[in-house]
């Protein structure tokens, strides 16, 4: 069965820390898709990544980058010099990719980020 | 580009009710997705709809239901309500093979 691990609940850090938020996976696909979404206090998610299996290369993306590990299924999260307005509850998120559909994301409970000034 | 439109953003109902949630995807978008968010159980998806089939189903009781039309609006169904249905329900769209863009949800509250 598939499944999205995110065992830190809350972090909590002060403004300009770096943090890293993890996320494990487990399947038994051999292809599949890992997503990272923010959802600001006003409930939307926000889309931030997507990864393949197949690409297992680093990205950086500003302040954000993605370190996937396929040998340790981890796909985890790390914020450089963060801000009060990296403030949110992040969610890491499975699916795979059978018959083309993507509909279905397993998500993590999410880890809420408070950042203090 | 507009982005994914989600009516009504709140609704009060009471047990024994039925209630329609109303998701318009984005444009160009075909693939609709439901999911249901509370504080115990997280994000669950539901039901995803693509050219007005459900081409996939999460675990669910029959009570809910969903449905598409030919301009890729959807709607999701929830009938005899119970107090456990108070959630947030998010609609997201995409493109095929595509992220999904979520919408800013309804907030459901069952009394």
């Known amino acids: 069965a598939q499944k999205v691990t995110q065992a830190q609940t809350e972090i909590s850090v002060v403004e300009k820390e770096d943090v890293t938020l993890d996320c494990v996976y487990e399947t038994r696909d051999t292809t599949y898709y890992l997503f990272w979404y923010k959802q600001p206090p006003s409930g939307e998610l926000v889309f931030l990544i997507r990864?393949?299996?197949?690409?297992?290369q680093n990205e950086i993306s500003g302040r954000y980058s993605w370190n996937f590990q396929k040998s340790t299924s981890s796909f985890n999260f790390t914020i450089t010099a963060s801000q009060v307005v990296d403030s949110a509850v992040y969610f890491c998120a499975l699916s795979e990719a059978f018959g083309g559909s993507q509909g279905n994301l397993i998500f993590g409970k999410g880890t809420k980020l408070s950042v203090k000034p | 580009k507009a982005g994914v439109t989600q009516t009504p953003r709140y609704l009060i109902k009471t047990r024994g009710q039925q209630v329609t949630l109303s998701c318009s995807p984005i444009?160009?978008?075909?693939?609709v997705s439901w999911y249901q968010q509370t504080p115990g159980q997280g994000l669950q998806f539901l039901f995803e709809?693509?050219?007005?089939?459900?081409?996939n189903k999460g675990n669910f009781p029959g009570r809910f239901s969903g449905r598409q039309f030919s301009n890729s609006r959807s709607e999701m169904n929830v009938s005899t309500l119970e107090l456990g249905d108070s959630a947030l329900y998010l609609c997201a769209s995409s493109l095929a093979l595509n992220e999904q863009f979520f919408g800013p949800g309804t907030r459901l509250t069952v009394l």
């Open positions: 709809y693509f050219s007005e089939t459900q081409r």
């Open positions: 990864r393949n299996s197949f690409d297992e």
């Open positions: 444009s160009g978008h075909r693939s």
